[in-house]
């Protein structure tokens, strides 16, 4: 018998997050400097968050005797105990997978057989051994090159480099994710890491895989988005679990405000547009056949809001008369020739009345003021720039525009 499970090209609406934008602004991007992560407590990194959440004895064992057997000058071939059926070694299949975005050339599809109270599984391969052993070496060199370069700062800063160089080195593949059929390395890693093209999958796995090595717990979890298969992460950050969708903060350059958006969000942020499939273990074999999505292994709850994207890269205003914090960010990212900057709203306000207080009463004209006054006029911003409200996240993000 033969157990497949296809990964379909998934969803890139990358714009569809109730952002609205108008002219006039003011924009800021301070660094809170009381956040800082103690890395030292996450150095035990968990890399088998899938394993962990099998419930089925036979799945997990079927899942360490592949694990043994994964060589890449063959394809493994291992049998096990007991009757095992395709919903069993899908889960076994699928959380190696999950666990091990390392094993790029693993693939979706098995064959089985049952006979005298044992299963044997064969396993597939993308390549033959001689190319694995060559994008091997090419895979392993990148994964060096970009941590020779990891910073030395906390964990979110690291996240940070990851998200970025995955999203500056990698484009979405819109041909791959029009069919289902693989037909590249599209749908792992290797796709977005050596390849430089990848779905939603490949984004994912290659978050995950970078960040593990970095010494931050990761996993990658699966749903829809407008009924289309997706898959998005999520990442231990300060001892609590945040969603990111790498795919979605790459904008392609066509619209770089809304970059990060889908950085390290809550549960209620993130399943606004994204849906969440259901787990393995809520499952069973019979109602595994009407799943039309991919499911899912371990999904934490994120509830944390402290090392959001922009709540800690951005100050956040509740007191539109006291914000020198603004007008000194906003010099500094003067200073630093940034394209955006961003305010964030205190979620305890009302955000409508303070957009339109800082908007149409001064507010920012004059920290766009000040802050040239704070850097001598040098550089000197114009008093005047494009804003982008992002009313989901309580956010307005400017478009810096520079005098000299």
Same mark, same amino acid.
């Given at each position: %018998?033969?157990?497949?499970?296809? @990964? ?15 002219? &006039? ?12 992560? $103690? ?12 394993? #962990? ?7 997990? /064992? ?8 994964? $060589? ?12 095992? #059926? =395709? ?5 076994? +299949? ?14 979706? /599809? ?28 090419? @895979? ?18 690291? /996240? ?34 050596? #390849? ?10 290659? @978050? ?12 990658? !979890? ?33 619209? #770089?405000?809304?970059?990060?958006? *889908? ?5 209620? +942020? %993130? ?8 787990? *393995? ?16 292994? *371990? ?12 709540? &800690?890269? &951005? ?10 914090? !603004? ?12 394209? *955006? ?15 339109? =207080?800082? %908007?149409?009463?001064?507010?920012? &004209? ?21 804003? !982008? ?13 520079? %005098?000299?």
């Amino acid at each position: %018998m033969t157990c497949a499970v296809a @990964f379909f090209g998934c969803s890139c609406s990358l714009f569809g997050n109730n952002s609205s934008s108008a002219a &006039y602004g003011s924009d800021d991007s301070s660094n809170n400097s009381d956040s800082d992560i $103690d890395s030292s407590e996450h150095n035990n990194v968990k890399t088998d968050y899938a394993y #962990d959440s099998l419930t089925d004895d036979c799945a997990k /064992e079927l899942y360490k005797e592949l694990a043994d057997s994964i $060589d890449p000058s063959r394809a493994p071939t291992v049998t096990v105990s007991g009757l095992l #059926d =395709e919903f069993q070694i899908t889960q076994a +299949l699928q959380a190696y997978k999950n666990d091990h975005p390392e094993t790029f050339w693993l693939t979706n /599809e098995s064959k089985y057989y049952v006979k005298d109270n044992s299963t044997t599984v064969e396993f597939e391969y993308s390549m033959a051994p001689s190319e694995i052993l060559t994008a091997k070496d090419k @895979f392993e060199n990148k994964i060096d090159n970009i941590l020779h370069d990891l910073p030395e700062g906390n964990d979110f800063e690291k /996240e940070e480099y990851i998200n970025n160089c995955i999203i500056d080195n990698c484009k979405y593949d819109d041909a791959a994710a029009e069919t289902n059929e693989i037909k590249g390395n599209e749908n792992d890693a290797y796709g977005a890491l050596v #390849d430089g093209n990848a779905v939603c999958e490949g984004y994912s796995r290659a @978050f995950q895989l970078l960040c593990n090595k970095a010494n931050i717990d990761c996993v990658m !979890v699966s749903g829809t988005v407008d009924n289309t298969n997706h898959a998005w992460n999520c990442v231990k950050i300060g001892g609590e679990w945040y969603q990111i969708d790498v795919t979605w903060n790459d904008t392609d350059g066509e619209k #770089d405000y809304l970059q990060n958006d *889908y950085f390290n969000l809550t549960d209620s +942020l %993130m399943l606004e547009d994204h849906t969440l499939s259901p787990k *393995y273990s809520d499952v069973d074999a019979q109602s595994f056949q009407n799943v039309e999505s991919w499911c899912n292994f *371990y999904v934490p709850k994120c509830t944390a809001e402290k090392y959001s994207y922009f709540n &800690y890269k &951005y100050p956040t205003v509740s007191d539109l008369d006291n914000a020198d914090d !603004v007008v000194e960010a906003l010099a500094k990212s003067a200073k630093n020739g940034d394209k *955006y900057f961003s305010i964030v709203v205190d979620k305890n306000t009302d955000f409508e009345y303070m957009y339109d =207080e800082m %908007m149409n009463d001064g507010y920012l &004209y004059d920290w766009l003021s000040k802050a040239n006054e704070v850097n001598s006029n040098s550089p000197m911003l114009a008093q005047t720039c494009y804003a !982008v409200r992002k009313d989901n996240l309580n956010v307005l993000t400017l478009e810096l525009e520079y %005098m000299n």
